[in-house]
């Protein structure tokens, strides 16, 4: 499953499948950027993170791609589990340690 | 290792009361930075101290907010005279030093009555 349009809220994913959520920034400048997932009544709880020399990093069962020309960044999630469903954010630095969020995307995983 | 810890997780108050909202970071943390988070939003910005210096408060309303991290004990987040707009999650983040990822608490569900 993939959210197309960068401002589609919602993500619906067969279980088993590979998820890849997107996101715009705004800041050219901006030179670190983070996923947080937030399942509900907690805390955003940090996934990976990419910073502006690199336009790919891999951690467990995710990937984080960077595009700096269109300023677009995308976060894949491999083999989709019940438990990645959640509210995903993609943060980006601002001056070092203001971090700007996204509106988030919600994704459900279906058994 | 316990992560970022902030209490209360809820909180009640009516109108024109204060609310203060606690956060304790990271062991090893210095830098705490305050967000705030409406229904179905994305967190703002609202503040960045580190120990008993507030360098950038840019993010909060000018009154009836102030925040504050003292050489002992949590940070604190205080809002005077509570509005039925001040109703949101509170979440606090630290980290070690600045660049490196923002451990965030459970937040503060904080609601005017």
């Known amino acids: 499953g993939e959210s197309v349009g960068l401002h589609l809220p919602t993500l619906s994913v067969q279980e088993g499948d590979n998820s890849i959520i997107n996101c715009a920034y705004s800041?050219?400048?901006?030179?670190?950027f983070i996923w947080y997932k937030q399942e509900s009544g907690k805390g955003p709880q940090f996934i990976i993170d990419?910073?502006?020399?690199?336009d790919k990093r891999q951690g467990q069962r995710v990937t984080v791609l960077l595009n700096k020309t269109v300023k677009h960044l995308s976060l894949q999630i491999a083999a989709t589990q019940p438990g990645d469903s959640a509210v995903y954010f993609c943060?980006?630095?601002?001056?070092?340690?203001?971090?700007?969020f996204g509106a988030g995307t919600t994704v459900t995983v279906r058994a | 290792n316990a992560g970022v810890m902030q209490n209360p997780r809820h909180l009640v108050r009516r109108r024109g009361q204060e609310a203060r909202l606690r956060c304790s970071p990271m062991?090893?943390?210095?830098?705490v930075y305050w967000y705030r988070q409406l229904p179905e939003e994305g967190l703002k910005f609202m503040v960045y101290?580190?120990?008993?210096?507030?360098?950038?408060e840019s993010g909060m309303p000018k009154e009836r907010f102030s925040a504050e991290f003292p050489k002992e004990g949590p940070s604190i987040l205080r809002i005077q005279q509570v509005v039925r707009g001040d109703s949101a999650a509170y979440f606090c983040?630290?980290?070690?030093?600045?660049?490196?990822?923002?451990?965030f608490g459970d937040g503060t569900r904080l609601s005017i009555l």
């Open positions: 983040a630290s980290s070690p030093v600045n660049g490196e990822p923002q451990h």
């Open positions: 800041n050219s400048a901006s030179d670190y």
């Open positions: 990419i910073r502006s020399n690199m």
């Open positions: 943060a980006e630095n601002i001056g070092d340690y203001k971090l700007s």
């Open positions: 062991k090893g943390h210095s830098h």
């Open positions: 101290l580190q120990k008993e210096n507030i360098i950038d």
